[in-house]
């Protein structure tokens, strides 16, 4: 069983940066899939990226937001930098036990088994 804990997220003006932290408890963390999505009101869970066997970026976010891992702390990070207004979303990490899905599998929301309870991120233009 993991358990994943979302930290990091406020409120920043349009350029700014933050990086958003998931803490995970459970063994072989390293050994997972972590996928990050944000989601807005009445709209689906979206990828913004992740990272298993490679690392993924939506486009909307390439070049500007990056994924990382402390595989000693158990914890995922998503660097977000630039950031725009329509960056505003509640950001969710999510863990998978399997890492050789391909970008069609880690992309769905429904690949994932664990996931954190979301920390909210506002961008002011």
């Known amino acids: 069983q993991v358990q994943l804990v979302e930290s990091g997220g406020g409120l920043v003006q349009a350029g700014g940066s933050l990086r958003l932290s998931c803490a995970a408890s459970?063994?072989?963390?390293?050994?997972?899939?972590v996928g990050w999505f944000r989601q807005v009101p009445g709209k689906e869970r979206g990828l913004v990226g992740y990272?298993?066997?490679?690392?993924y970026y939506a486009d909307s976010v390439k070049g500007r937001f990056t994924i990382s891992r402390d595989n000693a702390k158990n914890t995922v990070y998503l660097q977000m930098n630039s950031l725009k207004p329509e960056d505003a979303a509640v950001y969710y990490c999510a863990a998978s036990p399997t890492v050789y899905g391909g970008d069609s599998t880690y992309a769905r929301a429904a690949s994932y088994d664990y996931w954190g309870q979301g920390t909210q991120v506002t961008v002011s233009s």
């Open positions: 990272s298993g066997d490679t690392t």
């Open positions: 459970g063994r072989f963390f390293s050994k997972y899939t």
